[in-house]
């Protein structure tokens, strides 16, 4: 009879092992793949970000500082290589973006020029599934690092490395209101 509970007991523990480890494995993968949506969408905006600059270039060429404002914050979020670094080099990226888009509003016939208002169009989009994406990347970083650090599954994460993931957070400059000066 005790060795039916010795048994019994073991293949509990077994059992509670496999599930918390797959469990973190899991939501591991699913900050993997949150992450990798941010990066499309950033991808996408930096794609986007030449064609508008070039047709801002062509109505507002003496906002040169400007230009090249957004031409800066896009290489250095390509040559970011942490989350921490990313986030912080996407901050300066939109601020860029958004110094770019109030700066347009001075050129009526830039706000009339169709190739630009479908370029505004888009990057309106992209922002949107950005911060979706962020969003979805932070709650699933939420999920995993709490459940990194809470017992018994703590345990199970500590003897396979599971490691804690960084937040995608927003810099505390980027919650300022641009300054444009024209």
Same mark, same amino acid.
């Given at each position: 009879m005790g060795i039916i509970i010795a048994v019994v007991i073991v293949i509990a523990i077994v059992v509670w092992a496999v599930t918390a480890y797959n469990g973190l494995v899991t939501l591991r993968n699913r900050v993997d793949n949150g992450w990798a949506q941010i990066d499309v969408q950033l991808k996408q905006r930096a794609d986007l970000i030449p064609n508008l600059v070039e047709t801002v270039k062509g109505y507002a060429a003496h906002e040169s500082r400007t230009l090249q404002a957004v031409t800066d914050a896009r290489a250095r979020a390509a040559s970011a290589t942490t989350t921490a670094e990313r986030a912080a080099a996407e901050t300066q990226v939109g601020q860029a973006l958004m110094n770019l888009m109030a700066t347009a509003e001075a050129y009526p016939q830039l706000q009339a020029n169709q190739n630009f208002l479908d370029l505004q169009a888009q990057l309106k989009a992209?922002?949107?599934? *950005? /911060?979706?994406?962020?969003? #979805?990347?932070?709650?699933?970083?939420? &999920?995993?690092?709490?459940?990194?650090?809470?017992?018994?599954?703590?345990? *199970? /994460?500590?003897?396979?490395? #599971?490691?804690?993931?960084?937040?995608? &957070?927003?810099?505390e400059s980027a919650r300022a209101v641009p300054q444009v000066r024209f």
């Open positions: 992209l922002e949107d599934k *950005i /911060a979706y994406a962020r969003q #979805f990347y932070n709650d699933v970083v939420l &999920k995993y690092n709490t459940k990194i650090q809470t017992v018994p599954s703590n345990i *199970i /994460a500590g003897m396979f490395h #599971f490691t804690e993931r960084e937040f995608f &957070k927003v810099e």
